[in-house]
């Protein structure tokens, strides 16, 4: 079956634009994750959606950042005013429930010139 | 606050030369380790979790063991599409667990 999707796969943009980068997880996986990973670092937890229940928005590194999910499927990552510290690749997961093993996307490689 | 350590950070094998790959952890109260392959371009392949100490567990050519504070990933007569980057993460206990905690990674090349 399709696995999850990320689109665009590839994004450049210029210092202080905003972005958006869009997760469509597996279908009937109720809990979805974003992860950032950086060269040379490891994963990097961002935030969590279980079902209709609020986000954990915990590992978002400053307000530019923000995320929601629509109808408990389709996710979508905002980063306001980006800085070139946000180039990273930025991955996003579901699972079927929280402790299930987490199904990856592709990941966007967001540059930032 | 959870850790975890890989090791090596690369590792260069012949064809056929088995070997293992260390994910040292800490954690306070250890749900589950994962480990995951990912491909350059890729994200990450769920491969195994673990849940207790003495727990193994086999797929083709890899086989992934636990004590209270590693893990190994065996790599069996390795073949070069086994190259990849292999990453273990640990899931800790309490409100947040589903907050899995990532090494960096053994990157492993099989030279034919």
């Known amino acids: 079956g399709a696995g999850v999707s990320q689109s665009p796969s590839n994004k450049v943009t210029e210092k202080g634009k905003d972005v958006e980068l869009r997760c469509d997880p597996i279908?009937?996986?109720?809990?979805l994750y974003w992860y950032r990973q950086s060269l040379g670092q490891g994963l990097e937890f961002l935030i969590y959606?279980?079902?209709?229940?609020?986000?954990?928005k915990s590992g978002l590194p400053s307000d530019r950042f923000s995320a929601e999910r629509t109808g408990g499927s389709v996710s979508t990552l905002t980063i306001q005013r980006t800085q070139q510290e946000d180039s990273a690749v930025y991955l996003c997961a579901s699972s079927v429930t929280t402790n299930s093993p987490l199904h990856f996307g592709n990941g966007t490689r967001l540059t930032v010139t | 606050e959870d850790q975890v350590t890989q090791s090596p950070e690369a590792l260069r094998l012949q064809e056929g030369e088995s070997s293992s790959l260390n994910c040292s952890y800490t954690?306070?109260?250890?749900?589950?380790l994962f480990w995951y392959r990912q491909d350059p371009g890729k994200g990450p392949e769920f491969l195994f979790t673990?849940?207790?100490a003495g727990e193994e567990k086999e797929k083709e050519r890899l086989k992934a063991t636990l004590t209270k504070k590693e893990s190994f990933l065996h790599i069996t007569a390795p073949k070069p599409e086994d190259s990849a980057t292999y990453l273990c993460?640990?899931?800790?206990?309490?409100?947040?667990?589903?907050?899995?905690?990532f090494g960096k990674g053994t990157k492993l090349s099989v030279i034919p």
């Open positions: 959606f279980q079902g209709n229940s609020a986000p954990d």
């Open positions: 993460a640990v899931q800790g206990p309490g409100a947040g667990s589903y907050q899995l905690t």
């Open positions: 954690v306070s109260g250890l749900r589950g």
């Open positions: 279908s009937g996986h109720t809990a």
């Open positions: 673990l849940y207790s």
